[in-house]
């Protein structure tokens, strides 16, 4: 025992002050020698592996209170907005942000000033719904309620909604999205918070459930955007139950070197002209909402589509763009499908001129089905079958000329021709051209044609000088007869 000295000095309130901090700092220095940190007393969000799965009471929550041994004490309560609830005796006790245990212990601290040895529990009879909030790369995001399924309050049968569940109700999550690092945050009692970070990634791969935490009210759920784009992943993500719907039509913007740029909306399903992935032009029949038919919507590439070079822009929730270079020849080359990347609504397709034609892959080019089946070019003037004609696409001036019949025997110029065209700005070009028929494809003078070129077959001089006499002598003529008919 302390002596009465001693005691009376402890009993100084400055003196007691000063011996506790003393003491308090002594704790402190024993704990950090051994390696310990004491908990701050604001406790910042952090992240962990494992989130706490306590329910938390709230407004809402239908709850029983047990009173052992004081029955005119126990009752039913639906804990208002506020989370306080009005007990027999003691009031008004808030129970917001407490788990049942928690609750138990505060009322009966509250009980026991009145009662010698109280005996309390808290039974949560019915939940109320939860209300989350999501954000980040999904297709809405935004604050949803999400209902609870099975049994209710303790009963084991209770189902809650998991994160997968919220995600499908803000209709999946983006292909811009990282799904390897998924966070949810939680409201941990009345001030703190806590993050984890949920791999969904795994969930596809090994099928762990562990990543599909079960939701407690006022759970965040922020969906990040990938900072590297990998084409297998999004393929995978695509097909994920959690993704955004597959038959959604997405609105997808095309410029460049196909023959229609514009806005399209692109709905999966099978095609006519079905995209594929080989030089042949085979098709495959999934019609996946993918680059290539895009450009198919778009009527094709041109000639002078530079195809190894694509880039495709999508847009982000963070207001970022993700730029994805796409190599179309490598698709045709080896076969492989993850160049023919999948679109979402708001991507924008750019597909930029060659600086260089090659003729074989032009040829070649032209038997996909990146090419249109067809196109249309205007061969007219003096040739045997001038008009609107149908080649192939990457079709050469002179194989255009040979289509219209060839040149009008004895009246064409066949040193030259006219070519005009229309541009995609809107302007139009007209450049003469020289006619070799012994030349390859080539710029100068077998130039490859686009789909709405015109090609100007003009007269020959001799056909110029007989057309002026023959529209003279014409009328002239016709005067002559009238005379010697009348034999003046």
Known sequence: MLN????????????????????????????????????????????????????????????????????????????????????????SVSVLGLTAEQASDEIARRYARFLKRPLISVNLLSPRPINIFVAGEVTRPGAYTLSLSGGAGNNPGVQYPTVLAALTTAQGVTLAADVTQVQLRRKIGRSSEQTVTVNLKELIQTGRLSQDITLRDGDTIVVPTATNFNVAESRNLFAANFAASQTTPRTVTIIGEVNRPGSYLVTPGNTDNQQGAANTGAGSPTGLPNVTRVIQLAGGITAQADVRNLRLRRPTRTGSEQAIDINLWQLLQSGDASQDIIVQDGDTIVIPTATEINPAEATQLATTTLSPTRIQVGVVGEVKNPGLTDVQPNSSLNQAILAAGGFNDARASSDAVDLIRLNPNGSVTKRIVKVDFSAGINEQTNPILRNNDVVVVNRSGSAKTGDTVNTITGPLGVIFNLLNLFGL
Do not use: C, H, W
């Open 4 to 91: 009465k000295s001693l005691s009376k000095f402890l009993t100084q309130p400055v003196v007691g002050m000063a011996l506790l901090t003393a003491v308090n700092a002594a704790v402190s220095s024993a704990s950090l020698a051994q390696g310990q940190q004491l908990p701050p007393t604001t406790q910042p969000p952090t992240t962990q592996t494992q989130i706490d799965t306590n329910y938390s009471l709230g407004g809402g929550d239908l709850i029983r209170v047990n009173v052992f041994e004081v029955p005119e004490y126990t009752g039913e309560y639906q804990i208002p907005p506020g989370g306080a609830i009005n007990l027999p005796l003691i009031g």
